[in-house]
């Protein structure tokens, strides 16, 4: 038995001052009861919360997940660990369909080989079933419509490693590859896509459940002769089963933007993500990244010729850094968008201090700086 005692454990948007136990991977109590345990931890004046789940990451520390090694994976992982998160959905980018499949493989060996400090879910497949009028960073190279035989083939042999799969539903005839993936346990994710709502009522109807980075890459409100049509944004807002997943790092959303967002949608049904490259983390300025230049300034990752983000280079703690300190929400408030949200999302016993959930926690101080993080119980770093 292990117990932890602060005047600052995050339950259920609020502070409560006592203490929490888990034994055996799992929390038992969150209560203000002092009792024994074998291990005892005092981080009186810190806060204590579920570990962050990040549902959508390229990398970071100077490690892909695509292009990249079994070990790369492994240590973007661990990497974004030492940030809080504690779960985590490697990011595959669109490309040819032979990589992409080498980079689940990867994946999949990482999850199972037991050398991430953290929880690696599964694979996020970003493309490459896009739209090209909304490819943003992504090779329009490799965009195209869903292919039947390869998106078989790859679940047949690793669907047990695939967590999501990010599609444009304008081409997915009658949701016939929303529907495969729900079928299997995968969360369809509607991005990078110019969708409109008729678009969007099919995907639902088929099991799509979420929209990738609002206002990144996604549809608006357009006009055919006089008439309008909703986008993926107006879509997402109208359609209350839809969750939104928001790039919070302050740059890809101003402030503002990020306060209209969750006040349409509600706490319950925003996620914050990252998005990060690898070089997040890293004194990189400027290179190449599948096969695309980019330079960083202004604290975000661009294209070359600054015509559009390529990315972000946050870590998870600073997403609760923005929402608190940029968009004015309780540090309690914005933890709930990365841990009990996308938890509820993914069905995972996860994203919260209460009995029974998987005793995944993290502490970090007023600046949200991470000091310490345990995975199933146990003291990782």
């Given at each position: ?6 005047n600052r454990?995050?339950?259920?948007e609020?502070?409560?001052d006592?203490y ?5 991977g ?18 009186t004046?810190?806060?204590v919360?579920a ?17 990249s090694?079994?070990e ?11 940030h ?9 980018s ?6 992409m ?9 990482a ?17 490459p079933?896009l739209?090209?009028k909304?490819?943003g ?21 690793y ?9 444009a ?6 949701g016939?590859?929303?529907s495969?993936?729900?079928?299997r ?6 991005g ?12 639902i ?13 996604t ?7 006089g008439?309008?049509s ?9 359609h209350?089963?839809?969750y ?7 740059k ?5 933007l990020?306060?209209?967002?969750i ?7 925003v ?11 890293t004194?990189i ?10 330079i960083?300034?202004?604290?975000v ?13 946050a870590?998870?703690?600073?997403l609760?850094?923005t ?11 914005a933890?709930?968008?990365?841990t ?19 005793a ?12 310490d993080v ?8």
């Amino acid at each position: 038995m292990i117990k932890i005692k602060s005047n600052r454990i995050i339950v259920n948007e609020k502070l409560f001052d006592g203490y929490m136990y888990a034994l055996n991977g799992k929390i038992v109590e969150v209560t203000t009861e002092d009792k024994p345990a074998d291990t005892c931890y005092d981080f009186t004046g810190k806060y204590v919360s579920a570990g962050f789940i990040d549902i959508h990451t390229h990398g970071a520390g100077g490690y892909a997940f695509m292009n990249s090694t079994v070990e790369d994976v492994i240590e973007g992982c661990n990497y974004h660990l030492t940030h809080g998160t504690t779960t985590i959905l490697p990011t595959v980018s669109a490309g040819a369909f032979s990589t992409m499949k080498a980079a689940v493989r990867n994946i999949a060996k990482a999850k199972k080989s037991g050398k991430a400090k953290g929880n690696i879910l599964g694979a996020h497949l970003e493309g490459p079933y896009l739209s090209e009028k909304q490819a943003g960073a992504q090779c329009p190279d490799f965009i195209t419509p869903p292919i039947r035989e390869d998106y078989e083939s790859l679940v047949e042999e690793y669907g047990d490693s695939i967590a999501r799969w990010t599609y444009a539903p304008e081409n997915d005839r009658n949701g016939e590859f929303c529907s495969y993936l729900s079928k299997r346990n995968i969360l369809p994710s509607a991005g990078h896509t110019n969708a409109v709502n008729a678009d969007m009522v099919c995907a639902i109807r088929s099991g799509c459940r979420l929209v990738t980075h609002l206002y990144s890459c996604t549809s608006t409100v357009t006009r055919d002769h006089g008439f309008r049509s909703l986008g993926v944004i107006e879509s997402a807002f109208l359609h209350d089963d839809l969750y939104v997943e928001i790039i919070a790092d302050g740059k890809h959303l101003p402030p503002e933007l990020i306060q209209m967002i969750i006040k349409i949608k509600g706490t319950d049904k925003v996620i914050l993500v990252t998005d990060s490259l690898e070089i997040a983390g890293t004194d990189i300025k400027e290179g190449v990244m599948s096969g695309t230049e980019f330079i960083v300034e202004d604290g975000v990752c661009k294209l070359k010729d600054r015509s559009a983000f390529a990315g972000s280079v946050a870590t998870a703690d600073v997403l609760i850094r923005t929402l608190v300190q940029d968009c004015g929400y309780s540090i309690p408030v914005a933890v709930k968008m990365l841990t009990e949200i996308p938890a509820r999302l993914m069905k995972l016993s996860k994203g919260k201090l209460e009995g029974g959930m998987d005793a995944d926690i993290i502490v970090f101080d007023d600046d949200i700086r991470v000091l310490d993080v345990f995975v199933n119980g146990e003291k990782v770093c």
